[in-house]
């Protein structure tokens, strides 16, 4: 088993930047693709961005591409999610996921585990 645990989420401007953290326990997630989800009110689940086991391979939803970035540190077991530029529409609760499989994918189906969620709001 696997337990994920979001930090770093909050209320911030627009242009505002954040530093999301997912921290693994449990078991190590170094042979785990990763992503990052999140769902706004009234809203489904939509993919963010991902990283695959050895951090080689990334991808980015096109809302997010060249704002945010994806990284992870295996030693440390923590996946994080540097956004930048941020604009009212990022506001939703973030969601960190770990994929059985040494790559990541764009939908929630494909994922294992699951965090808890972090609140994201970026006032205009």
């Known amino acids: 088993q696997v337990q994920l645990a979001e930090s770093g989420g909050g209320l911030v401007q627009t242009g505002d930047s954040l530093r999301l953290s997912c921290a693994a326990s449990?078991?190590?997630?170094?042979?785990?693709?990763m992503g990052w989800f999140r769902q706004a009110p009234g809203k489904e689940r939509e993919f963010v961005t991902g990283i695959s086991w050895n951090g080689k391979s990334v991808g980015y939803a096109d809302s997010v591409k060249g704002r945010f970035t994806i990284s992870r540190d295996n030693a440390k077991n923590t996946v994080y999610l540097q956004m930048n530029s941020l604009k009212p529409e990022d506001t939703a609760v973030y969601y960190c996921?770990?994929?059985?499989?040494?790559?990541?994918?764009?939908?929630?189906?494909?994922?294992?585990?699951w965090g808890q969620g972090t609140q994201v709001t970026v006032s205009s």
């Open positions: 449990g078991r190590t997630i170094s042979s785990y693709a």
């Open positions: 996921a770990a994929r059985g499989d040494s790559s990541y994918y764009v939908r929630a189906s494909g994922y294992d585990y």
